[in-house]
């Protein structure tokens, strides 16, 4: 990794957000005519997880690359071989066009969004933020807060451990990592490790989604606190 010299910052950080709507572009409303409850469901996008993005980017001031399309039509966090892109509502669409429509052009966004802080920077965070249904299948999940990474990765570790500790020493949630899915599974952060090597960090925060869709002042308190907490773990790195 290059050494920082004198007016070039350590970290640059990039923002983004999946599963941020679950919009339904006109020309496909019809291929979702049944798939209302679906769609409000988490399995149609993660409810909150832009409005935590925002609140990463505006505080942290870095840029957000987001999405408010379903990712029912495609799941833009999946390679283009997964067997989860789809869901049973898109395979009648042709697959490409919706990779050219909407997949490429997101992927591509946060690409240029990368390569931009990679030139102003030593290396790039990339913070991922989704949340998670509490139950799924009838089991419950057991974490407020989940922080994913892929643990072959020194840096990317040791920055979730800081923003563990920060997250514990300001409020009492039960925060795991890797949980409730591994950082290291198909999906944009490991694309993107490939892609741009070791000056890359991705991370993916996934919060319960009983807190968006619960109390609204226990939800800004919660937004609050990762936003401070992991404002701590960056500037050990450097940011």
Known sequence: MPRAG????????????????N??????RAAFARAGRALASHRGYD?????????????LD????????????????????????????SRGIPQEELVRRH??????????QVAA???????????????????????????DVG???DPR????AALCGRWQAALRARAPLRVKRNYPYRGSADGLTTDLRARFGPRYLGLELEVSQKFPRGDLRRWRRLRRVLVESFAEALRYAGA
């Open 6 to 21: 004198r007016g070039v910052r350590r970290v640059a950080l990039v923002v983004s957000c999946e599963h941020g709507g």
């Open 117 to 143: 802080g990679l030139r102003r920077a030593a290396r790039v965070v990339h913070l991922s933020c989704h949340s998670f249904t509490p139950r799924l299948a009838g089991v419950v999940r057991t974490a």
């Open 103 to 112: 997949y490429r052009p997101y992927r591509d966004a946060l690409e240029r």
């Open 153 to 156: 990765r020194g840096a990317e």
């Open 147 to 149: 922080l994913l990474f």
């Open 62 to 89: 870095a840029p957000l690359v987001y999405s408010t399309t379903s990712r029912l039509l495609i799941e833009l966090n999946r390679s283009l071989h997964h067997p989860q892109l789809l869901s049973p509502w």
């Open 47 to 59: 409810p909150g997880a832009l409005e935590l993005a925002r609140d990463f980017a505006r505080s």
């Open 23 to 28: 919009r339904i572009p006109a020309a496909h």
